[in-house]
């Protein structure tokens, strides 16, 4: 019976060595396959007179790509681009500080539409300017796989703010875009604010260490306002001001879906933290504020944490008023909000707390490459 699935004369070795052979078969297509992407990339480095990069040509069926600090150039982008449009393994890919330019980022933009597999891309520190963001928000517009986008330091300014807009209104599979460290400005902000509010999609945005300032900043709030998928804005390092906290303020009053906000150093004095209080003391949705390093002093912690106390729908978890001289009046208020919101986590400058894992990047102290003028 044992060997009734077998066909008669065939010894059950063989049977095995069949297998191991179709095994064998398939393995070398695969192999093929790596041999022939190599060699395309291999020819293509050649024709741009660049040398290979060892981790292209192992590269495999690994998910990840990393390529950052490798001084590629355009011309290593242009052979790059190749190895991209062959390759359907990889998720994540790695380019950082590459010094990639416009140009370089015009020889990647066929590749980053086509593909079908990558879903993270990290284009930080590679000098892009208006051209690159134009060609890679041109190229972010057509492939809706892409979902995390970083564009760290890429000295984008205010002709770059309409692409990155036109890229916010269409590309609705996009969650997460890192704009850190950049040069948006006022009418920078005049342009992301109305993207924000048409948006749908987006839930994580960092803006941290621009210019927003000025109209810029409260038409940037306002576009939050109306937003109904962001949970995560890291806007610390701008100098939105007191009329910028107002607009935030007004924007918590009816924005019922973002969870952390960070607003360090951004010249908030006590009459902006008034204004942020009046949208805290409704909001049910935040979890996380982070307002250290503002100009607010005790006074302006106190309207804070007072419109807390008077909201008793308020979810959050932890207000970060570090670096910010307080007083006795706010430590004793401090102490009785225990009773009344037990979760909430207070952080001074005097106080210092382990936060939990889940609370996200936004808390993570940035390291300052220049200081906003």
């Known amino acids: 019976m044992a060997a009734a699935g077998r066909l008669a004369g065939v010894p059950e070795a063989e049977s095995s060595d069949t297998d191991t052979d179709s095994d064998l078969e398939t393995e070398g297509t695969h192999g093929l396959g790596e041999l022939v992407k190599n060699n395309l990339y ?29 001084g590629l150039g355009p011309q290593g982008a242009r052979a790059l681009a190749s190895a991209l449009t062959s390759n359907p393994y990889v998720k994540w890919l790695d380019l950082r500080d590459n010094e990639l330019c416009g140009a370089g980022m015009e020889a990647l933009a066929h590749a980053l539409s086509k ?6 891309v990290d284009l930080s520190e590679n000098q892009l300017g208006a051209v690159g963001a134009q060609v890679i928000c041109a190229a972010l517009m057509t492939n809706s796989a892409i979902q995390k986008v970083q564009l760290t330091g890429n000295n984008l300014e205010e002709q770059a703010a309409q692409y990155l807009a036109e890229l916010l209104r269409a590309h609705t599979g996009l969650k997460s875009l890192d704009l850190s460290y950049n040069q948006l400005n006022d009418q920078a902000g005049e342009k992301l604010g109305p993207a924000l509010a048409e948006n749908t999609g987006l839930t994580e945005l960092n803006i ?109 978890e932890l207000l970060d008023f570090s670096d910010i001289q307080v007083n006795r009046e706010f430590d004793d208020l401090a102490t009785s909000m225990r009773v009344i919101l037990p979760g909430l986590c207070i952080k001074t400058g005097v106080h210092r707390v382990e936060y939990k894992k889940e609370l996200l990047a936004v808390l993570k102290p940035s390291l300052p490459v220049s200081t906003p003028k």
């Open 42 to 70: 291999l020819r293509s480095c050649r024709a741009h007179n660049v040398v290979p990069a060892s981790c292209v040509l192992r590269q495999g069926k690994a998910p990840e790509l990393n390529l950052r600090h490798r």
């Open 115 to 120: 593909s079908s597999s990558i879903c993270e």
């Open 208 to 316: 941290s260490w621009n210019h927003l300032r000025g109209p810029g900043a409260v038409s940037f709030a306002r576009g939050l306002g109306a937003n109904i998928y962001l949970r995560v804005l890291d806007i610390l390092y701008n100098g939105f001001g007191d009329p910028g906290a107002s607009a935030v303020g007004e924007a918590l009053r009816t924005n019922n879906v973002l969870e952390e906000l960070n607003m360090s150093n951004n010249r908030i004095s006590v009459v902006g933290a008034r204004s942020l209080g009046l949208g805290l003391r409704v909001n049910q949705t935040l979890r996380i504020l982070v307002v250290s390093r503002n100009l607010m002093q005790s006074e302006g912690c106190l309207r804070v944490l007072k419109s807390v106390r008077d909201n008793p729908a308020s979810t959050l």
